[in-house]
């Protein structure tokens, strides 16, 4: 339950980072991905 918890917050900040900073999440899209 503890990773399960853990996983699901850490999408959560990643939703948030998406919102707040799309264009560097699409550069790291480019550099990363």
């Not at 503890?2 to 900040?13: A, D, E, K, Q, T």
């Amino acid at each position: 339950l503890r990773l399960s918890s853990r996983f699901s917050h850490g999408i959560l900040l990643m939703k948030m980072a998406s919102e707040t900073d799309r264009e560097e999440e699409e550069e790291e899209r480019y550099v990363y991905g």
